[in-house]
């Protein structure tokens, strides 16, 4: 069965770095894009970008733009989402959601990772 | 970027009711839309791709229409399991936008 292990919460204070991870299984990790969607408490879900592993191309939203970097390591399965110089607006929950093969439409998500950012 | 307007906002309903939550775009989309539920402290379910299409194991109680520029989605025969919070998903052009999400209350 599919499966999307995100990595655990993490506390940052204002200006450094985050790398989540995802690690897939239960599928062919090289046909299907992934998707990164962050939530802020109590507000509605934010799309963040994609990558697709069969060879690294990335698409951001533009707000996110040289602060967001998402990538992968095909030996492990797993996908990467980084986010610089945080700020307080980028608390919030952060899910990898892979789509369906040979589409964009999301179909299967991680469990989530909470980063939570304060001095 | 395109904007994504769901209502109403919230829905009372009881067991056993059928309702219907809207999605409008800002431009047409074509049929580029996904509907997804949440429950509080849960990560987001896939019930609908490609405006109409049930996502694998989704119960056939979920139904998704439209193209263009309007979308519903039609939930019957409503169970306790089913309120929740809905949103709906525009694939049509990055930065692909959520609707605000649509509360399901039971009445």
């Known amino acids: 069965q599919v499966q999307l292990v995100q990595s655990g919460a993490e506390v940052k204070k204002p200006g450094a770095s985050v790398k989540i991870s995802c690690k897939a299984s239960?599928?062919?990790?090289?046909?299907?894009?992934m998707h990164w969607v962050r939530q802020a408490p109590g507000q509605g879900p934010e799309w963040m970008g994609l990558?697709?592993?069969?060879?690294?191309?990335?698409t951001y939203a533009q707000k996110l733009q040289g602060r967001v970097t998402m990538t992968m390591d095909t030996s492990t399965s797993t996908v990467y989402m980084e986010l610089s110089s945080l700020r307080s607006e980028d608390t919030a929950v952060y899910y990898c959601?892979?789509?369906?093969?040979?589409?964009?439409?999301?179909?299967?998500w991680g469990q989530g990772t909470l980063v939570t950012v304060s001095s | 970027d395109i904007q994504m307007t769901q209502s109403p906002s919230s829905l009372s309903a009881s067991v056993g009711d059928r309702v219907t939550i809207t999605c409008r775009a800002s431009?047409?989309?074509?049929?580029?839309l996904g509907w997804f539920q949440q429950k509080p402290g849960k990560a987001p379910r896939s019930l609908i791709y490609?405006?109409?299409s049930l996502q694998s194991g989704v119960p056939s109680k979920f139904s998704g229409s439209g193209s263009g520029t309007d979308f519903t989605l039609t939930i019957t025969s409503l169970q306790p399991e089913d309120f929740a919070t809905y949103y709906c998903?525009?694939?049509?052009?990055?930065?692909?936008?959520f609707g605000q999400g649509t509360s399901l209350e039971i009445k």
């Open positions: 959601a892979r789509a369906i093969v040979r589409s964009y439409y999301i179909d299967y």
């Open positions: 239960g599928y062919t990790f090289t046909t299907n894009y």
């Open positions: 990558i697709i592993p069969s060879g690294g191309s990335t």
């Open positions: 431009q047409g989309i074509n049929n580029y």
């Open positions: 490609a405006a109409s």
């Open positions: 998903l525009q694939y049509k052009s990055s930065p692909y936008t």
